[in-house]
């Protein structure tokens, strides 16, 4: 089935630095949803992406959309404390409207 | 804004119990996803419903229905419940399908 691998799994950064993380797929997805996770929480929807190419911004977030539309990274530009949890990519399995979630990054930010 | 809301955010049962939970879609939303998150993974889909029609079925088991209601919320009933079902259970809403997903905060069910 669909699958999507992301990396790294996890990361230990200092505050003000910038992060980039990844997802990948063996198979095409038409849609890349990023979301952001807090323990106990539900996932917070952070950038949506629909068209292969795609670049698109949200404050210190960016996303782009591969151009194989097998894989999109995320970057957080200037991390802060509040940045900590663990991001998921996501996309809608083949011909349906249910999510697929990668393997998620966590990410630790030290002050 | 208004956001998708789950009730109860906790619940403890003992095993072969049976559990209802609950789920307020976004207003105007049309549709409502159900997923499961073990401890350490990642959501993982049980059912969808779009305009109160069963949309979707993922990995759920025959113990487990779901329905959507006249009002658009949604409830899914877990029976004869077994210490695996303990995870965390969101519901998530969207407008119409193959759009984006937006969660609730989710209903922790520890199975004792």
């Known amino acids: 089935g669909q699958q999507l691998n992301q990396s790294p799994q996890s990361m230990f950064i200092q505050e003000g630095e910038d992060v980039s993380m990844n997802c990948t797929s063996s198979s095409i997805f038409n849609t890349w949803l990023w979301y952001k996770q807090e323990p106990g929480e539900g996932p917070v929807l952070l950038i949506a992406l629909y068209k292969a190419g795609e670049l698109t911004s949200n404050g210190r977030l960016t996303a782009q959309f591969g151009i194989t539309r097998k894989d999109s990274f995320l970057n957080i530009s200037a991390s802060i404390p509040s940045d900590v949890g663990i991001y998921f990519c996501?996309?809608?399995?083949?011909?349906?409207?249910?999510?697929?979630f990668g393997t998620g990054t966590r990410l630790q930010v030290f002050p | 804004a208004a956001g998708v809301i789950q009730s109860p955010r906790h619940l403890i049962k003992e095993k072969r119990e049976t559990a209802t939970l609950k789920c307020y879609p976004i207003p105007r939303h049309d549709t409502v996803y159900w997923y499961q998150q073990g401890p350490g993974q990642d959501p993982q889909f049980l059912i969808s419903?779009?305009?109160?029609?069963?949309?979707d079925k993922g990995s759920i088991p025959d113990r487990f229905s779901a329905q959507q209601f006249s009002d658009y919320h949604s409830e899914l009933n877990m029976s004869s419940l077994e210490l695996g079902d303990s995870a965390l259970y969101f519901c998530?809403?969207?407008?119409?399908?193959?759009?984006?997903?937006?969660f609730g905060p989710g209903t922790r069910l520890t199975v004792l």
């Open positions: 998530a809403s969207s407008l119409g399908g193959y759009n984006e997903q937006f």
């Open positions: 419903f779009y305009e109160k029609m069963q949309s």
């Open positions: 996501a996309g809608p399995s083949y011909n349906t409207d249910k999510l697929i």
